[in-house]
Every structure is written in structure tokens, then in C-alpha cells.
């Protein structure tokens, strides 16, 4: 105990070490004479950019305060003005997501989401192995269509009620791992499917428009991703089996808690079937409609016909909007802003390629690596907003397109499985207490190496005949 207290406190130290040296630099490069090639406004950008990467990374504030941080400098040293930096909150990937929690907020509130995971798991109840692969392939499925963290957050009672029906010991219990494990897995991985399963795709997609008028649309998204997450699926499952082989063969004591559960909740409600019908054809106006009426607008006249339809009350959704992200991507999609204006992510660029000789793939390579590794260190969606500025600064010099970048660093840094502080599915999981970060680190290190090189195979091979 007192090892691990000193440890603590040597990892405090550092990581304190860390934050001011990040903080100090950025406060130098404010000041800093600007060196050739680059404006007074671009190296103030570059101080302003690493102090808020800094903040983001360590965390001693909000990820949302640390987009203040932004809102506030930008301005204040005059690198963009403040009536164009605080019309970033206005943005549409800010009101698609309003939209998008409203209805997963609904799904959650009338039931449907739960019944729709108890149906597909009840379909995968025959043996352990099958339980493994129906949890797995149910959050899979549903983070297409909600957010990833409500996902694990709606996943996380019904399979904790499965351990403790089963009596599986924490710390012991190769099969609860697992399943926890599932749980998480499948809604990071589904997560990356679509525009739904998390904010970074958003995100990404309104930084790519804010610098060079330009856009994914929802489908072609889904065309790039969907794919990987499907086989990764798999992939995962094999990688559970491999290292989780479950103790126990008769399940029957959970076959009966998940009937009792359907049983419970009954016939589907009326609400039910219209959040339901409401999420399909919200869904076929984002595919067939989006790129003329705009994904925000459908996103938002979705979640007004939640209350139109008397689906649910706005006091019954407001806990499942995340204000902190909303006020991030502001600030967030500011700073992305910024840098280009300023050319200074051109500038530093122009540097590094004068440093090394990279092709498009070798750089695809390289990003690709740095937002595994990143994502899981930090939040996903702060890694996003790190990474995405910076690898527009590559499309000029190599003629690359920006919207593969795009792909090229959101679609990776999804994928986080090492730590709980990558994303709220792992911080779910771990919160389970039926293991440790020990019990999982080599399967979890595993299935990431995996799912970056399955996904540069994509790249390399698939994404080519989609994108001519």
C-alpha cells in the first residue's frame, strides 16, 4: 500500500512537471518574435494552441473550461475577432448534437433501447461463449445508433445483473472480464460506425468545413466505417475467447434473469414505436437528405418532434445532453479555426516535412499511430482537436485530401481499450470492479495493434474504390 501511495505520488509529480513545462512553452511562444515564414498572429496561435493541447492532456480544468481558455486568448490577442470566435457555439455540429442526445435521451427515457439489447441478447443466451459474443455484438450495434458512453451507461446494469446471477467472483472470474469487457469493446467499436456514436466525428466533419468548405456526408461516413467496426466485431470476440475462457458452462440462472427482464418491461409501448419510427426516418433524411437540408437541421427537427409527438418531456432528456461537450466543441472548433487562418499548422508542417520525406500512406501511418496512442491517454474528442488541425497542415505540401484525414484520425482515435481515461465505455467497465487494469492490459494491447493495422488494410485497400 504505502509502494503504491509513493508511486502515486511520483506519477502526481511528473505529470505536474509536465503541465508546467507545457504551459510555460506556451506562454514563450506568445511572446516569442515570430521566426520566417511565420506571421506575429501564427506564432501567438501556436502558444495559444499548446497551452489549451497542454490543459487538454493533463486536465487540470474541464475539458470544456479548457475551451474557454481559448475563447478567451483568441480574441484577447487579437488572432481572431470575438465576434467571429464566439459564433463557433453556433455552429451546426454543436446543434446535431443537441439533436442526437435529445433522441438517444428519448430511446432511453421510453425503454426501446433496453428492449432492443435484451432481444438481441436473449437470441445469444445458448452458452458462455455465445453470451460473450451477444453483448459484444449488441453494444456493437447500438453505438450506430446512440452515443457510445449511453450505450455503456444503458449496457452496464443488465450485465452486471448477469455476473451476479451467475455468482462470478471480482478479481477471479475470467468470464465476468470478459463480459465487462464486451460491453465496452463493442460500444467503442460501434462507436466509429457513424456520425451517432460519438462527438468526434462531428467534430471532425465541422473542423474539415470551417477550413476548407468542405464535408463527409453522413452516409459516406458510414461507408468508410461501418465496414471496419463490423469485422473488428469479430475480431474482438476472438480476441476475448483467446484470453477470457470462461469457468463456468451452465448459464441457465442468467437465461432466466434476461427472459424475466423482457417479460418485465412488457409489450412495446405506443412511445416506444414512435421514438422508434421517429430514429428511422430521421436516419433516412440524414442519408438521402442531409447534404441539401443539412445534418444539424434534421438533427434538430428530430428532437423537436420528440416533444410534438409527446415522446417524452424536457425534463425527462435534459440529463442526457452533455453541455461540457456542446461548450468544448466552441472553443475546440475556434482554435482549428485559427490555426488555419493564421497558416500556422502550414508552418509547422512545411518544418517537420523539411525534417522527414513522407507519402501520403507513410503519413496516414504516422497520424493514424499518434491518435492510437493519444486517444488513449486522453479524451478521443480532445485528440480530435489536437490531431485534425494538425494534419491539415499536410494537405497543401503533400496534396492529400482532407477529408482521408479526416477518416485518417477520427476513425482511430475511437478505438481506445487500454485505460479507463480513454473513454467513458472503459471507465464504465473498470467501475464494475471485477477487474484490474493488470487483468486486461495484454488482451487490451493486443486488440489496439490489431485494429490499427486491420484499419491501414482498410486505407490501403478498401478506402481506394470508395473515394475516386
Not at 46 to 73: E, K, R, Y
Not at 253 to 270: F, M, V, Y
Amino acid at each position: 500500500m504505502a509502494e503504491n501511495s509513493s508511486n502515486h505520488r511520483n506519477l502526481r509529480w511528473i505529470k505536474q512537471v509536465f503541465l508546467f513545462a507545457g504551459m510555460l512553452l506556451g506562454l514563450v511562444l506568445i511572446f516569442l518574435p515570430p521566426p520566417s515564414g511565420l506571421s506575429e498572429s501564427g506564432i501567438k496561435c501556436l502558444g495559444v494552441a499548446t497551452i489549451c493541447i497542454t490543459l487538454w492532456i493533463f486536465t487540470p480544468i474541464p475539458l470544456a473550461a479548457t475551451s474557454l481558455v481559448a475563447i478567451i486568448l483568441l480574441p484577447a490577442l487579437e488572432i481572431l475577432d470575438k465576434n467571429l470566435v464566439f459564433s463557433f457555439f453556433g455552429n451546426s455540429a454543436v446543434f446535431f448534437l443537441l439533436g442526437v442526445f435529445i433522441l438517444a435521451g428519448a430511446m432511453m427515457h421510453t425503454g426501446l433501447s433496453k428492449r432492443i439489447a435484451l432481444f438481441f441478447l436473449t437470441r445469444f443466451d445458448k452458452n458462455p461463449q455465445f453470451v460473450i459474443f451477444g453483448i459484444l455484438f449488441t453494444s456493437s450495434f447500438l453505438s450506430f445508433f446512440m452515443p457510445e458512453h449511453a450505450v455503456a451507461a444503458m449496457m452496464f446494469p443488465v450485465v452486471m445483473e448477469i455476473a451476479q446471477s451467475l455468482k462470478l467472483s471480482k478479481g477471479k472470474s475470467p468470464f465476468a472480464i470478459a463480459l465487462f469487457l464486451a460491453m465496452a469493446w463493442g460500444a467503442v467499436i460501434g462507436g466509429i460506425g457513424t456520425f451517432l456514436g460519438g462527438a468526434r466525428a462531428p467534430l471532425a466533419v465541422e473542423l474539415l468545413k470551417e477550413t476548407y468548405e468542405r464535408d463527409i456526408s453522413f452516409t459516406s461516413w458510414a461507408i468508410a466505417a461501418v465496414p471496419i467496426a463490423l469485422l473488428l466485431t469479430f475480431v474482438a470476440y476472438f480476441i476475448l475467447s483467446i484470453y477470457f475462457k470462461p469457468e463456468i458452462k451452465d448459464i441457465s440462472p442468467a437465461r432466466r434473469l434476461l427472459q424475466q427482464e423482457l417479460h418485465r418491461i412488457g409489450r412495446i409501448s405506443r412511445n416506444e414505436l414512435k421514438i422508434g419510427i421517429l430514429l428511422l426516418v430521421t436516419i433516412f433524411f440524414w442519408i438521402y437528405g442531409g447534404h441539401h437540408m443539412g445534418l444539424a437541421v434534421i438533427s434538430l427537427a428530430a428532437a423537436i418532434m420528440v416533444f410534438v409527438l409527446n415522446i417524452a418531456k424536457w425534463v425527462d432528456v435534459i440529463d442526457y445532453v452533455n453541455w461540457g461537450v456542446i461548450i468544448m466543441y466552441g472553443g475546440a472548433i475556434a482554435l482549428g479555426k485559427a490555426l488555419a487562418e493564421t497558416r500556422a499548422i502550414d508552418w509547422l508542417a512545411g518544418q517537420i516535412l523539411h525534417s522527414f520525406l513522407l507519402s501520403s500512406f507513410l503519413l496516414i501511418i504516422v497520424l493514424s499511430a499518434l491518435a492510437k496512442i493519444v486517444t488513449e491517454l486522453i479524451s478521443n474528442a480532445a485528440a480530435v482537436v489536437i490531431l485534425v488541425p494538425f494534419s491539415f497542415g499536410f494537405v497543401s505540401t503533400l496534396n492529400v485530401s482532407p477529408e482521408l484525414l479526416v477518416l485518417a484520425v477520427t476513425i482511430p482515435a475511437g478505438l481506445a481499450f487500454c485505460l479507463p481515461v480513454g473513454t467513458p465505455p472503459n471507465a464504465i467497465a473498470y467501475a464494475s470492479g471485477y477487474f484490474k487494469i493488470r487483468n486486461i492490459l495484454k488482451p487490451a494491447l493486443f486488440i489496439s495493434a490489431v485494429s490499427w493495422m486491420l484499419f491501414l488494410l482498410f486505407v490501403k485497400f478498401y478506402w481506394p474504390l470508395i473515394m475516386k
